[in-house]
């Protein structure tokens, strides 16, 4: 019996390492006054969920000036394609 709860011990710590080494973007949007400047971006974030990777992307934009309007939306590498063009220079720069 032990060696099976092992086994599954093992499995479940393995299954949560590869869930938290999942890539994650976020899809953004962004400005800064005097002038009035706004852009659209895509970053990488360290977590899938939308709450955290709202804090984590205003932390990253305001340490160069710009503010964070909103996150659109949180998604794997299979989106990354399809918002390169609308990001064009903000395209994973943050």
Known sequence: MKPILSSL???ALI???TA???ECYADYKAKQDNPLRL?????Q???C???QAQQEASKRLSASGWTLLNVM????PEGLDKRKANAGQFYLRY
């Not at 852009?39 to 970053?43: I, S, T």
């Not at 939306?73 to 794997?76: P, T």
């Open 9 to 11: 011990a093992v499995a």
């Open 15 to 17: 299954s949560l390492g």
């Open 20 to 22: 938290a080494s999942a």
């Open 39 to 43: 852009h659209y971006g895509v970053m």
């Open 45 to 47: 974030v360290s977590a």
């Open 49 to 51: 969920d939308k709450g």
């Open 73 to 76: 939306s949180v998604f794997g």
